[in-house]
């Protein structure tokens, strides 16, 4: 049985939907990211499964039943806010406790539950501590720990760790998953990080403009994307999205001087490609011509930007790679590393044989 199921649900204020006939399963002990840009309805879509916004259309199933007009308190699932929501006035102690004295659990169970959880988040030297006296990475570790005290089976994270810088982020990335994992619980975590999503999902639907673009897991995301939308948008830096268009031996690349890169006609379809699967080589070593523009040096590799034509194209490159202005070289890849697309409806089209000169 499925822990969560939504079934055609839409949401919509006046003439603005936000999200559109919206389906799909969440099992148990599974941890599943509503990923997408800011305005996709994935918070609103998380909301409802809360029972926070009420839906116009469709059904809300929760362990498989009919929890659509169902009040919050009775759905039994756990909140984290990306505000934290903490009591400045209360300690760490009462800010956990909170549900449970409302609830009115027993004392004895209370303190049980409290020793448990708070050793597991690693906040056991600071329960006396207020909120203000706590660091970004702790506050949340409150609001996760209130999550998990309540021993609900599903826990709904909403933007958890946006308001944390880089390294807390990963930190917390690290000790999410592993308390998901460790407690069986099963999560819908949203974020607009894709960096997130693809490290710590078991699954990630990807929304867009209250639809949903593509479901699957992060490998499935990554290495077929279903759009070109899903190409853009996974990835770090993001797949590059290349017009074709018809040359004398197959698709060249619109605005190159070729060689060919698809056997078939290129006009109407877009190449992707992802920059760590491009390779800079010589100019006498083959492969399409282009000129280096710019470069990003990370550290371990560098992000190296050039031109075909007019299009712009990103390569990932080991190490330091230093680049002079409008340096000639040659860009290869790998036949198998090419997707390709329909220009007008942004899918995948499949069945396109790359030319084996392009990589």
Known sequence: MSAIELQHVTKSWGSTVAVRDVSFLVEEGAFVVLLGPSGCGKSTTLRMVAGLEDTARGRILIGGEDMTHVAPAQRHVSMVFQSYALFPHLDVRQNILFGLNVRKVPTAEKEARLKRVAELVGLAPLLDRKPA??????????????????????????????????????????????????????????????????????????????????????????????????????????????????GPQGAVIAGGDGPAVLESGGNGLTLGIRPE??????????????RLTASDYLGA???????????????????????????????????????VFDSQTGRRVDGHRARQNSG
């Open 133 to 246: 006296q706590l660091s970004g990475g702790q506050r949340q570790r409150v609001a996760l720990a209130r999550a998990i005290v309540a021993e609900n089976p599903i826990c709904l994270m909403d933007e958890p760790l946006s308001n944390l810088d880089a390294k807390l982020r990963h930190e917390m990335r690290v000790e999410i998953r592993a308390l998901q994992q460790r407690l069986a619980m099963t999560v819908v975590y949203v974020t607009h990080d894709q960096a997130e999503a693809m490290s710590m999902a078991d699954r990630i639907i990807l929304m867009r403009d209250g639809d949903i673009e593509q479901e699957g897991t992060p490998d499935e995301l990554y290495s077929a994307p279903a759009t070109m939308f899903t190409a853009g948008f996974i990835g770090t830096p993001p797949m590059n999205l290349l017009a074709l268009a018809d």
């Open 277 to 290: 699967h491009v390779i800079v080589a010589a100019e006498a070593e083959g492969g399409i011509p282009a």
């Open 301 to 339: 590799d560098t992000v190296v930007t050039a031109r075909i034509g007019a299009q712009t194209i990103n390569a990932r490159v080991p190490g330091h790679y230093a680049v002079s202005p409008d340096h000639e070289v040659r860009l290869t890849w790998a036949a198998s590393a090419l997707h």
